[in-house]
């Protein structure tokens, strides 16, 4: 089942059920889901400005030097 279809479907449920229960547990499932969705975009809005000019501009030095060089030879 395609992933749209799968989430129609469970809409479907949620709307036919009366059961508290149910209801809180799927509440809860989706705040998780919802929390570390959030953590996770967290995590690396928690990196900027870690670095000082002289690390960030090394860095760019080296990704200079290693990435950005085209060699003609390495498409044959």
């Known amino acids: 089942m395609l992933p749209e279809s799968r ?19 799927i509440e809860a499932i989706v705040e998780k889901n919802d929390h570390e969705s959030n953590h996770a975009k967290g995590r690396f809005s928690d ?21 950005e060089k085209i060699n003609p030879d390495d498409w044959k």
């Open 7 to 25: 989430k129609l479907h469970i809409i479907e449920a949620v709307l036919k059920t009366d059961n508290d229960a149910t209801l809180k547990a």
């Open 47 to 67: 990196l900027l400005g870690t670095l000082t000019k002289e690390e960030a501009g090394a860095m760019k030095q080296v990704i200079e030097e290693s990435f």
